[in-house]
């Protein structure tokens, strides 16, 4: 969600609640573990080559989605401040794991994209942002294209661009 505090854009992403999280936890772990136990059990290297290869993929991709599962619930929420006072820009990451501070100058910053996304129920705009270094910043929830462009803007003026 992006707000504004005084001059500075703050946003915020919600971290997942505590039962979802434990929950992707369990599921991962027992996905990630029990379907591949009995393959492990009862594999040896006398079995023929393509049991082989089949046992092997069945251990690979259960323990696969196990460990995505685990991460979605170990997943750090992010927070992003500019602020035209300091001339820094601050994202934070929050989580039960990871908690990581990285600063940079909003100068580096480079301009950010409204993009229009299609989806079922109509299409909406995303404000992308790219973090110095980083991966991009999608940014959602905007009631129309106006609003994100207004966001865009505002954006840009805390990186000292000025519009023509």
């Not at 594999?43 to 251990?59: E, Q, Y």
């Amino acid at each position: 969600m992006l707000t504004t505090e005084g001059d500075a854009i703050l946003y915020r992403e919600t971290p997942l609640p505590l039962g979802l999280r434990l929950f992707a936890l369990g599921i991962g772990l027992s996905v990630g573990v029990m379907v591949p136990l009995p393959f492990l059990v009862h594999a040896d290297w006398a079995t023929p080559s393509p049991m082989l290869l089949l046992a092997a993929a069945c251990i690979a991709f259960p323990a696969a989605v196990g460990g995505f599962l685990v991460i979605v619930g170990l997943a750090s929420a992010s927070e992003l401040r500019l602020d035209p006072a300091t001339g820094r820009g601050e994202r934070r990451l929050r989580g039960p794991i990871l908690n990581r501070h990285d600063h940079f100058a909003l100068a580096d910053l480079p301009p950010p994209e409204v993009r229009i996304r299609a989806s079922e129920e109509g299409d909406y705009p995303i404000l992308r942002v790219r973090l110095p270094g980083r991966r991009f910043l999608d940014v959602a929830g905007f009631v129309d294209r106006a609003e994100a462009e207004r966001w865009r803007a505002r954006i840009d003026r805390v990186r000292g661009v000025v519009e023509p």
